[in-house]
């Protein structure tokens, strides 16, 4: 483990603004062949996500289909373990089984008022994927979803789920064959299909509108904490937000509705790999610099020459040599915390909250966890960690530590 | 005067620009390919800045970019390669390539070092035009170089009056939305767009790139532009030489005269 915290001046907004960018990170750093998809996207992404008519899909759809409200369930043994109050938003109980699903139901429902009837993405756990198919299987709309050839074999389930939902699996088999070149091969899609196809970009990533489009889709995690909490409380705010960050969408849609609360600590897990200094890591804000990747300027890691560094992760979903550029603000400003958590750490904690509470975490979500030993919270605070997806994926990974 | 704008003060017809990747085949062949093009009487080089996300480029020109960073190439020895190139090729000269290791080298320095060497231009994708005109220009313009924009049969008129206003030395024309290397040809779809962007009275001339490989291609993009621009299939050729110069030399010859 390692932490940084950066106080950089009072940063209070947290929005994107209408280039498209949060303090220095952001834009839409893409060849012109995107530009028509991605413009469309910006001229209307939020006149259509405010229109009556898409609200109401999106949150029956949320309500009835995906299980929304997830439980803030308090876990007693958890908190007497670690001294303190911890909450868990269990998004590990969504359809699909992870919070990928509210992104990719808000965004079916925005392609579709697009006209567009065929669907592109990438994945990394392959929760993304599956989520991705689920909704297409629901709208009856054709599905392609890439995924590097080493997330393949380690997510075999997943594959298989998508499979069965009708989605054609594509193999990314360029560069490190994980996340980074599946977003690759998605991205090159888009540019030869660029009429018919809207790409369902899988976290807080990406050009202009994605990160803040997902960011919205997602702060329904945030929404129902604040509800939740004011009801089993009293009070709206946590001391902290805890969420593990690969992109960053399930720890943008938990921290959504706190960024503007400073009293609320925001507590972002990265992937530590086999520890920051060992080359085999994917801890962005301890190893990247200012760079662009995917579309928008953000913390990447890379050489000095400017190349991207290969990451690595024991969690395919959090194995992405960058992060969100709304992350990269909050980290750059000071307003989140990041540590860095290794795979042997989140294994660990991983088993605890399986022993303690009978919850297998996805090991993502185990990175989060990860960080209640190094929290030191107090007996009367309370702390929020985002579950953002339940561990069936990972059983073949856990099993090699039982 | 720039040679980029110089050349087309001249010769609006039939121009032809190759693209290859910087340190590919192997690392010191950068050199030698200029040489090789400018007695084979192309045009334009264009010199790919390798990167390790080519996101707009196709398995072809992804799989010698690889290459080329396997072999060491870096902007840094890549200037190295180009330093003195002056001396022996007078045709202009262009890097293209994505914004992120020009933005790690520093722009001011890499414009910088462009100037030195003797560059005239830039292709960089992946730069969004405010930025451009924001950050960059005025550094670019202090240097004396050109940057040039992408159009496809997508963008909008009023944005290539826009791209038309900001580019300089020339426009380049994607003929079909794809990715680089296909080799689709060209298509009447094609030909009605070349027809619309040609009735816009630009002031830059346009080249038109994707899908061009060899005379027949060649020929056919010259009549809708002051001529055309060949990647994916000229890394193919190289690829496959065994002798750069007399390789180099015989294709070009193959595509102007047939
Ligand atoms: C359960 C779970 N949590 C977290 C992530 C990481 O993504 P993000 O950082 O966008 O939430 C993934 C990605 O696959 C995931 O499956």
Known sequence: ?402 | MNRITELFQTKLHSVLNLYFTAGYPTLNDTMPILEALQEAGADIAEIGMPYSDPVADGETIQQSNQIALDNGMSLKVLFEQLKGMREKVQIPVILMGYINPVLQFGIENFCQKCQEVGVDGMILPDLPMDEYEEEYKPVFDKYGLLNIFLITPQTTEARIRRIDEISGGFIYMVSSASVTGKTSGISDEMEAYFNRVNAMNLKNPRLIGFGIKDHETFTKASEYAAGAIIGSQFIRVLQAASDIKTDVVEYIKSVKVG
């Open chain 1, 1 to 402: 483990m390692t932490s940084t915290e950066q106080h950089k001046g009072q940063e209070t907004a947290f929005a994107v603004n209408a280039k498209g960018y949060y303090g220095k990170f952001g834009g839409a750093y893409i060849p012109e062949m995107l530009h028509p998809n991605v413009e469309e996207l910006q001229q209307n992404y939020l006149q259509i996500i405010h229109q009556a008519d898409f609200q109401e899909e999106f949150q029956n759809l949320l309500k009835n289909y995906v299980g929304r409200p997830t439980p803030l369930y308090y876990a007693t043994r958890l908190s007497e373990k670690y001294k303190t109050n911890i909450y868990l938003k269990r998004e590990d109980l969504c359809h699909t089984g992870a919070h990928k699903v509210n992104n990719t139901i808000g965004q079916i429902l925005l392609a579709k008022r697009l006209g567009k009837h065929k669907i592109v993405a990438e994945t990394g756990a392959g929760q993304h994927g599956v989520a991705t198919a689920t909704v297409c299987a629901l709208m009856g709309l054709e599905c392609i979803v890439y995924m590097g050839e080493i997330d393949i074999q380690r997510q075999a389930p997943n594959v298989a789920r998508m499979k069965m939902l009708g989605a054609e699996v594509r193999p990314a088999t360029s560069g490190s064959k994980t996340l980074k070149d599946a977003t690759n091969e998605a991205l090159r899609h888009w540019i030869n299909n660029p009429v018919d196809t809207h790409y369902i970009i899988g976290s807080v990533v990406g050009p202009h509108p994605y990160p803040d489009m997902v960011a919205r889709f997602q702060s329904i995690i945030s929404e129902e904490i604040r509800s939740q909490l004011l009801e089993k409380t009293g009070k709206e705010n946590p001391d902290y937000v805890i969420a593990c960050v690969g992109g960053g969408s399930n720890a943008a849609g938990a921290f959504y509705h706190f960024l503007d609360e400073l009293d609320v600590k925001l507590i972002a897990a990265e992937a530590g790999g086999h520890g920051i200094h060992s080359g085999m890591s994917a801890a962005t804000t301890f190893l990247g610099k200012p760079g662009v990747l995917h579309g928008s300027k953000s913390i990447l890691m890379q050489t000095e020459d400017g190349q991207v560094v290969e990451p690595q992760s024991i969690s395919a979903g959090l194995d992405y040599p960058g992060i969100g550029p709304l992350h990269a603000h909050l980290w750059d400003s000071g307003r989140a915390k990041f540590y860095a958590i290794t795979d042997e750490e989140s294994i660990e904690a991983g088993f605890e909250l399986t022993k303690l509470e009978g919850i297998i975490p996805a090991i993502e979500s185990a990175h989060a966890l990860s960080v209640l030993k190094y929290l030191n919270a107090e007996a009367n605070e309370t702390v929020v960690v985002n579950l953002s997806g339940r561990g069936d994926k990972d059983l073949a990974t856990y099993m090699k530590y039982l």
